[in-house]
């Protein structure tokens, strides 16, 4: 088996124009402010700046532990984590502001993921939206809550892309491919940071996981990594790029390893690529006690070690694991680490928070009053409500059994996820309400029905693993289903069985959901499975025997309203998947930009052996990337393209006409696909290369105009330098990967 290539030094060779972001110009007067005051700070207290600790809550609200505001006091931690309320962070930065020696102020992080207060859809639903404006509008509406509260960093965007829907972090990006991710990473960004840093409104984001986190093996959280560098630059590394070009302040390493080093050792990822190849100018954390899971991974022989390897390998902060704090002046004194190495980390943090204006005012985001008028705003609430129904994606809709008709007069809403408030914001939503607030199905359902129409709920069967077998709570829910003119079965995941540490080797509905699902199919009434999950599942059999299914993924907050707008058909769904759906988890990794292979299932008759192919499954997925049903529909004209050659630095277009063929108004997410013929290394089938989304009234028209350069069309060649070849290729445009709505049309690029 080939083996996958050394990183290479050529990646550092030539540093990329990365135009500099509006908050890291040059500023004399910071630079003076902080050569002044480390010139004034010890060993310990520089090495206390790189130090961030966690908050703790409990019932009553957040709390610190006494040891840690004892290390406040002393100087010896820069920034915390999980505090927030306005009361909160500003008796913490008292202690650091005015019981310290120097009065540095301190930092506050918090995983501010899919809303902070107000939850948005889950971050994987919210890619499905394809809607940067609503992804921007949520990361906007997150830093406007959260900085309200004291918070200056959110640990997001999360940009790992991930093509195993086992991994329970699927749920936490943007899905499986590289040019939505980058697109997505860069939306976020600009929705946290906006224009300006010193905005109290704005919050620092972070991309995270540095790098390939979503490449684990089997799917199993923190596995080892194990992918050549060719993937590594061509499909992980690239939405963190787009982070820097859109001006990200800050990075977390990840907890796994490339090549057989952890990332937060990694000076490959931490300094070759990330400061001298993208001139990053913000700061590195590290995941949560990373540094010191070094020691099990086996690469440092103890603490010490793990913090001189993070240190020199780049990272600037360590995240809640010490060893920083513990370890590293001794490491100095010893000569093995340069105090020039510790400056330019602690410099790294100083800006930030001169940037944000700290040293100006501490307490300048922490505002009580503001926060009174902010937490859930009514407009936040009614953005969350369209970014939720912007996310969901219609499945199936045979016979048009959605929108619900208005014969309908007795709904059952059946299922452990119809009336689950916990389960309706998903996994991380840390600091939103998950008893309380959120607005489930039946809510939703209830508080949109007309007058005369009942909405009755029964929970019928459990999502829990041990459920399997079990037909407890079929009989009230059949016997609901059977009074009913239409079932509601609301089904899926429990919220926590996806996030982090959250990966399963069965992509099944969990429990005895299925059953269930399967005996209110033969009671002839029709049924709509609305899916409550974090990652794709495998629901083949009701691919073919429930009529509808829409994807609700977590919805957040207003979920259930919006799930009701999307059954009533007061909004036309519009979301299109983000990531494949396997028949079977058999199938995984599956992604639609796979490669032909030399023995493609196509070369052979149907059964064919000795073609790729599976004994026993299709080699399709279940639901394709990029697909997703309207109400009403869309023909697309065939592709004309500009001119059918391009040189190297021409440009070609590709147009389609898309006309809304149905009686509804709707939005379709135009899409643009390329294939590379031949490449001096092998090319995916299909890549996505550009895609739009449009809104148009029945019978309206309108051409969609995409532009290629030579440079969208760069991968990591041969000879492992990154740009585009001469030679064919083929494009279409259509309304999801595969569907070649329009007969693929060919083009050259020359030399
Ligand atoms: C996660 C990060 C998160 C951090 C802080 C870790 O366990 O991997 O994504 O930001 O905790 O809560």
Do not use: C
């Not at 302040?249 to 796994?256: G, I, V, W, Y």
């Not at 689950?420 to 959120?438: E, F, H, L, N, V």
């Not at 108004?665 to 390329?674: D, H, I, R």
């Not at 090319?683 to 449009?694: C, N, T, Y």
């Amino acid at each position: 088996m080939a083996q996958a290539p050394a990183p290479s030094t050529d990646v550092t060779a030539v540093a990329e124009e990365h135009a500099t972001p509006a908050w890291a110009r040059p500023d004399a007067k910071m630079d003076a402010l902080i050569d002044d005051l480390m010139a004034r700070m010890t060993l310990d207290e520089k090495i206390g700046q790189l130090t961030l600790l966690t908050s703790d809550w409990e019932s009553t609200g957040p709390t610190m532990r006494d040891t840690y505001k004892q290390d406040i006091k002393s100087g010896r931690v820069g920034a915390i984590f999980n505090a927030y309320t306005a009361k909160y962070t500003t008796e913490l930065q008292r202690v650091a502001v005015e019981e310290t020696r120097l009065g540095i102020p301190l930092l506050f992080g918090y995983d501010v993921i899919h809303g902070h207060r107000t939850i948005f859809p889950i971050s994987l639903g919210e890619a499905a939206s394809w809607d940067m404006q609503a992804i921007e509008k949520s990361a906007r509406v997150s830093a406007q809550e959260a900085s309200a509260e004291g918070i200056h960093w959110t640990f997001s965007p999360m940009v790992d892309i991930a093509r195993d829907a086992r991994w329970g972090r699927i749920s936490e990006g943007a899905g499986e491919d590289v040019y939505l991710g980058r697109k997505i990473a860069a939306a976020r960004v600009h929705g946290y940071q906006g224009d300006d840093l010193r905005a109290t409104d704005t919050v620092l984001a972070t991309a995270k996981h540095f790098a390939a986190y979503g490449a684990a093996q089997a799917g199993r959280d923190y596995h080892t990594v194990d992918i050549s560098e060719r993937t590594l630059r061509d499909v992980y590394l690239p939405p963190f790029e787009a982070a820097v070009d859109a001006g990200v302040a800050s990075f977390m390493t990840s907890f796994n390893e490339y090549d057989g080093v952890p990332a937060s050792g990694s000076k490959y990822l931490l300094t070759d690529v990330l400061r001298d190849k993208w001139g990053f100018d913000g700061f590195v954390v590290t995941d949560y006690t990373s540094i010191n899971e070094m020691v099990p991974h086996g690469y440092s022989k103890n603490l010490a070690q793990a913090g001189e390897q993070a240190i020199n390998a780049g990272v600037d902060m360590d995240m809640q694991g010490a060893v920083y704090m513990e370890n590293l002046a001794n490491s100095v004194a010893e000569g093995r680490v340069d105090t020039a190495t510790i400056d330019r980390a602690v410099r790294r943090i100083l800006e930030a928070k001169y940037r944000l204006g700290l040293f100006e005012d501490p307490y300048r985001y922490a505002d009580a009053e503001r926060e009174k008028a902010t937490l859930y705003k009514p407009e936040f609430l009614e953005a969350a409500r369209d970014v939720a129904r912007r996310s969901m994606v219609l499945l199936r809709n045979e016979g048009d059994v959605l929108p619900l008709a208005a014969a309908a007069k007795k709904i059952a809403v059946i299922g452990p996820l119809g009336d689950s408030k916990p389960d309706m914001i998903g996994s991380w939503a840390a600091g939103g309400d998950r008893q309380t607030r959120p607005v489930t199905i039946l809510e939703g359902l209830r508080a949109r029905a007309q007058s005369g129409t009942t909405v009755s709920y029964a929970k019928g069967a459990s999502y829990d693993f041990s459920a399997a077998g079990s037909t407890d709570g079929f009989a009230e829910a059949l016997a609901l289903a059977g009074k009913s003119d239409i079932i509601i079965a609301a089904m899926g995941e429990k919220w926590d069985m996806t996030g982090e540490a959250a990966s399963r080797t069965s992509l099944d509905l969990p429990g005895n959901q299925e059953a269930l699902l399967e005996r209110l199919v033969a009671t002839g009434k029709p049924v709509v499975l609305v899916l409550l999950s974090g990652r794709p599942n495998s629901v083949e059999w009701a691919s073919k025997n429930v009529p509808a299914i829409l994807h609700a993924w977590y919805p957040g907050t207003q979920g259930g309203h919006a799930v009701a707008d999307i059954l009533f058909g007061d909004y036309n769904p519009s979301g299109k998947l983000p990531v494949t759906f396997p028949r079977t988890v058999g199938q995984v990794p599956i992604h639609y930009d796979m490669k032909n292979t030399g023995r493609p299932i196509e070369l052979g008759a149907p059964g064919a052996k000795y073609v790729s192919r599976y004994l026993n499954t299709p080699n399709d997925p279940l639901y394709r990337f990029g697909y997703g049903l309207s109400y009403t529909d869309f023909a697309y004209s065939p592709v004309t393209l500009g001119s059918t050659s391009m040189g190297p630095r021409g440009s070609i277009t590709a147009s389609a006409t898309v006309t809304n063929t149905g009686k509804r108004a709707g939005e379709e997410v135009v899409q643009l696909y390329v294939q590379d013929l031949v490449g001096s290394v092998t090319r995916p089938v299909q890549q996505l290369k550009g895609f739009e989304k449009i809104l148009l009234q029945p019978g309206e028209s309108r051409t969609v105009t995409f532009e290629l350069h030579p440079d969208d069309l760069a991968f990591t060649r041969a000879d492992m330098t990154h740009g585009w070849e001469p030679g064919e290729f083929r494009l279409w445009i259509a309304p999801s990967s595969g569907a070649q709505a329009s007969t693929p049309v060919s083009f050259t690029l020359t030399e």
